[in-house]
């Protein structure tokens, strides 16, 4: 079946770098847009960043452009969001999603998420 | 970009039906079909209900409706199951970007 999995959260301190990952199964990783979405604690969701099949395309939210970054490696079937400067509102539960083929009107499935905690 | 307005709460009885509405504006909802609708048990995974406004994927119970009207969005769930106890979310594409809505916490009386 199709399966997500997050995996690289944990606790960093404020102007730290963190690498979470998403190990993908039970589909062709490379026919689909891939995304990561939040929830930072007591709060609702908030996009973070998709990315193409080919990962020539990445867009971003406002909250974390410039500070983070999107990849993913087709060979591997893994994405991965390298978060940089990070700070305390970048606390939160990390998901990562599936879009379409073809772009990323929605989310289906999602992973369990990753726990990203960032705390002097 | 603002988040969608979403009322923070809303309840109903076993059996009865509820809708959720999703406000946004000419340059998310009311502007393009791409409205979808996120259900969410706390500790789990969030999962697909609805999407491009009205359509529901495989294996989601006909009990959940989707339908938009100018800038709003609204979610209807009938025949209210204790299941379907959760936090309800919608989201937009922009064209350019995605955008959720706040939440909405639905109780199960």
């Known amino acids: 079946q199709v399966q997500l999995v997050e995996s690289g959260g944990g606790l960093v301190k404020p102007g730290g770098s963190l690498r979470i990952s998403c190990a993908a199964s039970g589909f062709t990783f490379s026919d689909y847009y891939m995304s990561w979405i939040r929830q930072a604690p007591g709060k609702g969701l908030e996009w973070v960043s998709y990315?193409?099949?080919?990962?020539?395309?990445?867009n971003y939210a406002d909250s974390v452009r410039g500070r983070f970054t999107i990849s993913r490696d087709n060979a591997k079937n893994s994405l991965y969001l390298q978060m940089n400067s990070l700070r305390a509102e970048d606390t939160a539960v990390y998901y990562c999603?599936?879009?379409?083929?073809?772009?990323?009107?929605?989310?289906?499935?999602w992973g369990q998420g990753t726990l990203v905690t960032v705390s002097s | 970009q603002s988040a969608l307005t979403q009322p923070a709460s809303v309840s109903g009885s076993p059996g009865q039906s509820i809708t959720i509405s999703c406000t946004g504006t000419s340059s998310d909802v009311g502007g393009y079909n791409y409205v979808s609708w996120y259900q969410h048990h706390p500790g789990k995974a969030p999962k697909l209900m609805i999407y491009?406004?009205?359509n529901r994927p495989s294996g989601v119970s006909n009990r959940f409706s989707g339908s938009k009207s100018g800038n709003t969005a609204s979610l209807t769930i009938s025949g209210l199951q204790a299941e379907d106890e959760a936090d309800y979310y919608c989201c937009s594409f922009t064209g350019i970007i995605l955008v959720f809505g706040g939440g909405t916490k639905l109780t199960v009386l």
């Open positions: 999603a599936r879009g379409m083929r073809a772009g990323c009107n929605w989310f289906d499935p």
């Open positions: 491009d406004v009205s």
């Open positions: 990315i193409t099949t080919s990962g020539s395309y990445t």
